[in-house]
């Protein structure tokens, strides 16, 4: 018995292009960027039964969509080099290293007459 063979079309390309579209959004944290990529690869499939203009038109909505979902560009530079903190009122440059109280740590666990003592800080600062 001989099994028919789907026949590949743009429709899977552009599905998976929908598909690394979201993945990439995702590196970015964009949930728009997200969800765009993602009705992209939908809105594509070849057995949904959209005519030729509106799903060109779904596709190139998704596109805008998907196009102004991210960020600026400083944020994106700061994210992808590392220096972006995800947190809202996380501590900032203009801020001191640490408001967390210091403690004493003692360099032996026997304590000696004029021993030295060390200041250490419980949270090491981010650089």
Known sequence: MKEQKAKYSWHYYVMAMGAL??????????????????????VSHSALPFKTMTRFAFMIMFTGLYIFSFPDPEVVRDIMSGQHIPMEGAISAA?????APKTLVMEDT?????????EADPIPAAQ
């Open 95 to 99: 801020e001191p290293e640490s408001t």
């Open 21 to 42: 579209m979201a993945m990439l959004a995702g590196t970015l944290g964009s949930i728009g960027g997200i969800a765009a990529g993602l009705a992209l690869a939908v």
């Open 110 to 118: 026997v304590p000696t007459i004029n021993a030295p003592v060390v």
